[in-house]
């Protein structure tokens, strides 16, 4: 039987209700905070992705959280809040890649080298995507790029001292640590101190609302999208979606050809030299132009540049500023590079997963779902600052993490109930119309969730970083 609108009234943890509920307390800050509701959504298809944790019921309750903000923010432009249809089987699909390539392959998802080691004394990830990542570790371990070396020379070290080598140099990896030893590690005990969302308003220079297209509601708003890799561009890809003029900025050296595909519909796409003094004065004339800017450089980076959250408020007082990382923003890691895969190892989720299915080594979740909860937990953020923009004439500053999603999964999953997995994807669950790029025509599986009369489609097709102008 699909689930419905009665079964959200259950906010017990390992439901969507639960985890729907806690995204929307995040905003209870906000000044004439809407009342809390389940009303109006409706769920339906049944089954689990295969996971120790509630991974499904954070991907249906992210997306979901996502529709709710749009349908109310819909709502002010003098029509009722329209229905919301939550598909959980598309949404957990969607949680792991939406594309289909037609003729085509998908350059790999992950560098030769990246995975998971044996230590001395347990295991480490390594993050070599980047090629910054990637020689950084190499030189750590002093091995050419083969795995066979690397797994010997990692096999000498002990776990936590290869960790903070390999960070040292400006590398990426991460040890696997089980729940109690990263609730007693001091960036454990800083998460658990922070808030899901963090959020502050401020007075801005009076600017409010813009007429909302009832069936386009977003049409008009200006993004400005300083993210990579999956979180930051799954949320400005939803609110693509939904008509806002994306303008994503990456600097000139930036590649990651195996998500271009999945990741850039409808947005433009530009490259700035942010350490370019003239280039940041382009930067800083988009930005006071914009109405929202999304960005996930690690927040010392940003202020290195001169772009600290004082300064983007004085360019911009009406601004609704959104920033993501992955280990927080306090505790001694909040400048720490980190990805998904890293976060899991850290808090715990690789190490339940290896216990919960007898395994040896970790066992991640099947999908990168504290990437894809948080950029859906973005683009919820985005539209409730314009809410309040367009309400009261307030700007805000939002900030989220990885890592603090992880809690989220973690508190909202047990104890864990096994479901029936989801059968197969099949040609039913995508759209039949086929998208041309310059790679070649793809299918995209159907959107997770429908909104009444509200369409998401996008206007520009997927394509390559810097084809762009940096302009609005």
């Known amino acids: 039987m699909p689930e419905t609108t009665s079964t959200l009234n259950k906010q017990e943890p390992h439901s969507v209700a639960y985890f729907i509920q806690e995204i929307r307390n995040a905003f209870n800050s906000f000044p004439n905070a809407i009342a809390n509701t389940l009303q109006g959504i409706e769920l339906t298809a049944t089954g689990e992705l295969p996971s120790a944790f509630a991974v499904t019921e954070l991907a249906t309750a992210s997306v979901a959280s996502a529709g709710q903000a749009l349908c109310e923010l819909i709502a002010h432009s003098g029509t009722e809040v329209p229905h919301l249809l939550v598909d959980r089987r598309l949404s957990s699909f969607w949680f792991d890649s939406s594309i289909r390539p037609c003729g085509w392959t998908l350059p790999p998802s992950w560098d030769a080298i990246a995975g998971v080691y044996q230590t001395a004394d347990g295991w480490i990830r390594l993050h070599t995507n980047a090629p910054l990542h990637r020689t950084a570790a ?12 690397i797994s010997k020379s990692v096999l000498s070290w002990q776990s936590e001292d290869l960790e903070n080598a390999i960070v040292e140099k400006s590398g990426c990896a991460a040890i696997m640590r089980n729940r109690q030893s990263w609730q007693a590690h001091p960036q454990g ?3 658990s101190n922070e808030k899901l969302i963090h959020v502050q308003t401020y007075v801005s220079d009076g600017k409010q609302g ?4 009832p069936c386009r509601p977003l049409e008009g708003i200006r993004i400005l999208d300083l993210t990579r ?3 930051g561009p799954v949320a400005t890809r939803f609110l693509a979606g939904y ?11 930036w590649d990651e050809p195996s998500l271009l595909a999945e990741l850039t519909i409808g947005k433009r796409r530009s490259r700035l030299n942010l350490k370019n003094p003239e280039d940041r004065k382009h930067f800083e004339r988009l930005l006071s132009q914009a109405d929202v800017l999304v960005h996930g450089y690690r927040a010392d980076a940003l202020a290195e540049l001169g772009l600290d959250a ?4 004085q360019l911009n007082p009406s601004l609704i500023d959104v920033s993501l990382n992955a280990y927080g923003h306090s505790g001694p890691w909040q400048y720490r590079r980190g990805f998904d895969s890293l976060v899991q190892m850290s808090c715990g989720i690789a190490d339940v997963g290896m216990h919960h299915y007898g395994k040896t080594q970790p066992r991640p979740l099947p999908v990168q779902a504290l990437d894809h909860a948080t950029g859906y937990m973005i683009a919820t953020a985005v539209i409730r600052g314009l809410q309040q923009r367009y309400q009261h004439g307030l700007g805000s500053e939002m900030r989220l993490s990885l890592a603090r999603t992880a809690e989220l999964l973690i508190a909202g999953s047990m104890p864990q109930q096994a479901g029936l997995p989801f059968a197969p994807e099949t040609d039913v669950d995508r759209s ?9 025509p793809m299918q995209r599986l159907l959107p997770p969730l429908q909104i009444q009369g509200v369409p998401m489609q996008w206007n520009k097709a997927a394509g390559l ?7 609005w």
């Open 138 to 149: 190499l030189a750590v371990l002093g091995t050419a790029a083969d795995k066979t070396a």
């Open 189 to 191: 005990k800083a998460i």
């Open 210 to 213: 813009w007429q909302i297209n």
């Open 229 to 231: 890799i999956i979180a």
């Open 243 to 253: 008509g806002a003029d994306v303008l994503r900025i990456d600097p000139p050296e």
């Open 310 to 313: 004082e300064r983007r408020r």
């Open 432 to 440: 039949p119309v086929l998208e041309e790029t310059v790679w070649g």
């Open 465 to 471: 970083l810097g084809s762009d102008s940096a302009s």
